[in-house]
């Protein structure tokens, strides 16, 4: 499914003229390496009561990953005082594939990716465990542009649950999110957007999960209007909520 979503436009990802793609992975640790079930089953315990405690005990389980082309002479624009290790991966058309398979290795759903070509040899797999979303210590030289679906920022899979973990404030100073708002969210048939649970949910009836689904995608079309309007007019500070460091807190 991968190589025919890329088909022969690999290159032009790589290299596009404009845009810097950059691929996020977990290099996995210790029993965290393998899909064996019972060393696996005994690390993501380890990672979900560990995290419960501390975000940075994830340390012990994960090291980050970024993979880019060129990083040597095009450095992302990011504090490199991290506190996660953090390899910066080279990304070519030989390891290219391999890294997105392990950008979506969800630990127990796929195995893990080894022997990634220009990459520490280990197991690698799906970094929205240790970045969630992305609460990255940037230091852009202007503003960061956060398009997302909700205004909270979790910073990791395993912090979903945790209604304390936030994310930094001062990871934010210059972030611009750009999100649906909740009385949008709520106004939608599920009161939220769609998502892989509603496979379960309409698991005998596919028409009808169809038609929850492109409501949403109707409502989001008539947003983006709006949206592209704002900016053609020069309103969008009408749209826009100014969070000061400590209010940023809240996500």
Same mark, same amino acid.
């Given at each position: 499914?991968?190589?025919?979503? &890329?088909?022969?436009?690999?290159?032009? #990802?790589?290299?596009?003229?404009?845009?810097?793609?950059?691929? !996020? !992975?977990?290099?996995?640790?210790? &029993?965290?390496?393998?899909?064996?079930? &019972?060393?696996?089953?005994?690390?993501?315990?380890?990672?979900?009561?560990?995290?419960?405690?501390?975000?940075?005990?994830?340390?012990?389980?994960?090291?980050?990953?970024?993979?880019?082309?060129?990083?040597?002479?095009?450095?992302?624009? #990011?504090?490199?005082?991290?506190?996660?290790?953090?390899?910066?991966?080279?990304?070519?058309?030989?390891?290219?594939? $391999?890294?997105?398979?392990?950008?979506?290795?969800?630990?127990? !759903?796929?195995?893990?990716?080894?022997?990634?070509?220009?990459?520490?040899?280990?197991?690698?797999?799906?970094?929205?465990?240790?970045?969630?979303?992305?609460?990255?210590?940037?230091?852009?030289?202007?503003?960061?542009?956060?398009?997302?679906?909700?205004?909270?920022? &979790?910073?990791?899979?395993?912090?979903?649950?945790?209604?304390?973990?936030?994310?930094?404030?001062?990871? $934010?100073?210059?972030?611009?999110?750009?999100?649906?708002?909740?009385?949008?969210?709520?106004?939608?048939?599920?009161?939220?957007?769609?998502?892989?649970?509603?496979?379960?949910?309409?698991?005998?009836?596919?028409?009808?999960?169809?038609?929850?689904?492109?409501?949403? !995608?109707?409502?989001?079309?008539? #947003?983006?209007?709006?949206?592209?309007?704002?900016?053609?007019?020069?309103?969008?500070?009408?749209?826009?909520?100014?969070?000061?460091?400590?209010?940023?807190?809240?996500?």
């Amino acid at each position: 499914m991968l190589q025919q979503l &890329i088909d022969d436009n690999m290159e032009n #990802l790589i290299n596009h003229p404009w845009m810097q793609l950059v691929i !996020v !992975v977990v290099k996995s640790r210790h &029993i965290f390496a393998s899909d064996h079930v &019972i060393p696996l089953g005994l690390a993501l315990a380890g990672v979900f009561g560990s995290n419960m405690l501390s975000r940075r005990a994830n340390r012990l389980f994960m090291q980050r990953g970024f993979a880019y082309a060129h990083p040597q002479h095009n450095p992302l624009p #990011l504090n490199d005082n991290q506190e996660f290790f953090t390899h910066h991966l080279p990304l070519n058309a030989d390891n290219a594939m $391999h890294l997105l398979m392990a950008s979506a290795a969800i630990p127990a !759903v796929m195995s893990a990716v080894t022997d990634i070509p220009l990459a520490p040899k280990d197991s690698y797999r799906d970094g929205g465990l240790l970045d969630y979303h992305l609460d990255l210590p940037y230091q852009p030289k202007r503003l960061v542009l956060y398009p997302h679906f909700t205004d909270r920022i &979790i910073p990791g899979w395993f912090d979903k649950s945790l209604s304390w973990r936030k994310a930094n404030a001062q990871n $934010h100073q210059r972030t611009v999110l750009l999100s649906p708002s909740p009385e949008y969210l709520a106004s939608l048939p599920l009161g939220r957007l769609p998502d892989r649970s509603d496979f379960a949910r309409f698991a005998t009836n596919d028409s009808e999960r169809k038609k929850y689904w492109q409501q949403p !995608v109707a409502e989001s079309q008539r #947003l983006g209007d709006e949206f592209l309007e704002l900016i053609e007019k020069g309103n969008i500070n009408e749209k826009m909520v100014v969070f000061s460091p400590a209010s940023m807190k809240q996500f």
